[in-house]
Nanobody, 122 residues
Framework: QVQLVESGGGLVQAGGSLRLSCAAS????????MHWFRQAPGKEREFAAA????????VYADSVKGRFTIARDNAKNTVYLEMKSLKPEDTAVYYC???????????????WGQGTQVTVSS
């Protein structure tokens, strides 16, 4: 089992920045690719960003590419999502997720955090 706890969400104005953190515990963190997904009200959960277990590969959804940066610190068992130039359409609950395979779909993800709310006001 892997336990994931997100933090860092909040309310920010359009154009602002936030950094989300996800602390992992349980099985060896470095064995897992880490992901951020998000779910806006009334919409399905969607992929935002992912990073391989070494940190050598990152993948982003087109909607966040160039504005969001995913990073991990294996010594701290933590993954981050740095979000800049935020837009109202980025408003969502952001979920941290872990799997032994880097995925860009919700289906198949083994472990999920409880989510953290990000609200971007216009």
């Amino acid at each position: 089992q892997v336990q994931l706890v997100e933090s860092g969400g909040g309310l920010v104005q359009a154009g602002g920045s936030l950094r989300l953190s996800c602390a992992a515990s349980g099985r060896t963190f470095r064995n897992y690719a880490m992901h951020w997904f998000r779910q806006a009200p009334g919409k399905e959960r969607e992929f935002a960003a992912a990073i391989s277990w070494t940190g050598g590969r990152t993948v982003y959804a087109d909607s966040v590419k160039g504005r969001f940066t995913i990073a991990r610190d294996n010594a701290k068992n933590t993954v981050y999502l740095e979000m800049k130039s935020l837009k109202p359409e980025d408003t969502a609950v952001y979920y941290c997720a872990a799997d032994t395979i880097l995925r860009t779909e919700v289906s198949g993800i083994k472990y999920w955090g409880q989510g953290t709310q990000v609200t971007v006001s216009s």
